[in-house]
């Protein structure tokens, strides 16, 4: 849907300026946007979050190596224990090494679960990246649209400033020769200040929304930068709220929220672990030394290990619990979002099928003002029209222009905003 482009275009007595379109400002979003940017962190995260889940399939190994010092203050004594104390009976130099080795052989599906809970993370990361996307557009589209409108007004009233100059400067002759009062020639300066007043917020406004525009895309706006207006591209996809990334996101979150309810059902279920060690050991009475040249093999052992968790106070249940709500709670959210995207999409179209009739009329109060504006310059030539009159007819032409331009913006920016809602497969995250 939407393409790099940059061109340069002529406008206005043919000075050449810079002319940005949606798309390209769109390109600038997608490469330079920080809000992109760390929701591309969230799936980065999620990503390394599976590789965790996945160590779990591994056997888990450990070495170690204890070298101490033992000395005993009483000779009769024997080593012996009391409670969990071990008391020394030797004085040696020893050197003690070992391998672990732990495996878990069978976890009864929640290896499985844990998994797939965590794919749906990631699918629901990417999907909120394009959410995210989204919305950074919509707002993009909605300063984009405010500024077009500050820039045609702010070009029709200085073209209208320009008129109503030639105006003020008719009645000062007039004045002179005494056929109008000073009144009326006051009049004209207080609408040719007006006027440059209101050019003047709107230029205010327009750099306001350029700013927030370059706060978005990172793009920085030059001087004679100029906007294109919005287009209408013909599509004839209407999608339905199942195919947009809000749905999937919800529909991920449902999968991914079932899964864990599936694997706290299967909290009761045993673990079976394989475990095993292997131990050298060596001693001497004098030498750090040679008690690890004397390190040799002393023991080993392995054995199975099968574990059932058989009441944790209601905590498994509990969580079980939690989470059946929770998904309750995304369905009826799933619902709620489809009920709003509905009615989003019927409010679009109905305000698009009334700017269309509105631009329509709009379109041919122009051409009956550019008839009158034609008429008035014939009338002018022929001296059946005054000079001030020709131009007032000029002014109201330039009205019913700026009312035309507005209409037409307006149309295209309810078409544009539509497809944005409806054209998710433009979204792709790896």
Known sequence: MFLNKYIICTILFSNQVYCIDFTQLLYHLNENSKQLQFKKYDIDISKEDLNIIKSETYPNISVGLNIENSKSLEDSLSSTSVGDNNLIGDSL?????????NY????????????????????????????ANKDLILKLLDFYNNSLNYQIKTEILEEIIDVKSKIYNSKEK???????????VTKGAIEVADLYSQISENKKELKNLLNQISLLTNYSFIKNDFLEPLVINKFEDERKFEDTVNAKTILSQIKAKQSEISLQEKEYLPNLNFYSKYDVYGNDKDSYKKSIEEMKEYSYKYGLNLSINIFDGFKTSA????NLLQLKQLQTKYDLEKDNFENQILTINDNYEMDTLDLKNKTQTLELAL????????????????????????????????????????????????????????????
């Open 174 to 184: 007039l004045f002179s020769t005494g056929n109008i009062s000073k009144l009326e």
């Open 371 to 430: 008839a009158n504006s034609n008429d008035s310059l014939r009338l002018k030539k022929i001296g059946e029209l005054g000079q001030i009159e020709m131009l007032n007819v000029q002014i109201e032409k330039k009205y019913k222009e700026l009312d035309y331009k507005l209409s037409k913006g307006k149309l295209a920016y309810e078409y544009t905003k539509k497809s944005i809602l409806l054209e998710d497969n433009e979204c792709i995250v790896h």
């Open 93 to 101: 130099k020893k050197s003690y090494g070992y391998v672990n080795l």
């Open 104 to 131: 878990n052989l069978y976890s009864f599906g929640r290896f499985d679960n844990k998994k797939k809970v965590q794919e749906y993370q990631i699918e629901t990361s990417k999907y909120e990246y394009c959410l």
């Open 319 to 322: 969580q079980k619990q939690k």
